[in-house]
């Protein structure tokens, strides 16, 4: 199956990384606004999904140009644009996910879909979600992970459960040696990568790892 690259309606702050990610080959779906950075990419959305409040009437014309599957909501509905598209993720059974535009000005928009995806990948683990903006790539991760990058690149370990045992980690400053980490800790903050690559091992429970990637 395709892999599904998602724009939300947040910051995208490196057009050329996006570009070299993303292609028309693709299953491009917008959440609402989003649909914004995918045209200034020179490509089209197979699907928008929401309430349409945050697309411009000029855009409109110029999307409906195009053959686009519009999903459309009520402005006044129980959840958000991005937990619609989840919902179309889930519903189609796409495996792989990466996500533009998540991180913006609104604290809780961010944490709701942080939580939001953590919540689908603890009930789905074969489900790869990417989040990319600008340096920072994001991963959710229960099981294992290897990490490319350059020496001195910031790698950062934040538990989203309570039951977070037997991590082990390689390739990095602070080492993790089948150690246990608790929920609301820091101490999976701000690790430093000593190559070009790293691993992270986790027996139990599930974090969000990010990867500021100094070189990029």
Partial sequence: MKRMVIFANGNLSNFSQAKKIVSQKDVIVCADGGVKHVIKLGLIPQVIIGDGDSI??????????????????????D??????????????????????????????????NIFLLAKIFSQNDL??????????????????IELKGEIGD?????????????????????????????????RGVSNIMLGKSAKIT???????????????
Wanted: proline share 1%; aromatic share 10%; charged share 30%.
């Fill in 154 to 186: 910031i790698i950062s370990l934040i538990t989203l459960t309570d039951n977070f045992q037997n991590i082990s980690t390689e390739g990095l400053e602070y080492k993790l040696s089948n150690e246990s980490l608790f929920f609301g800790s820091t």
């Fill in 202 to 216: 986790i027996k139990k429970g599930t974090a969000l790892i990010i990867h500021y990637n100094l070189g990029r």
């Fill in 127 to 144: 489900l790869k979600i990417k989040i990319i903006e600008g340096k920072q790539e994001a991963f959710f991760v229960n099981k294992e």
């Fill in 79 to 112: 959840k958000t644009d991005f937990e619609l598209v989840v919902d179309y993720v889930l519903k189609n059974k796409y495996q792989e996910l990466i996500i533009f535009g998540l991180l913006g000005d609104r604290l809780d928009h961010l944490l709701a």
């Fill in 56 to 77: 411009s009437k000029d855009l409109k014309k110029k999307l409906l140009k195009n053959k686009i599957n519009w999903i459309k909501y009520p402005v006044k509905k």
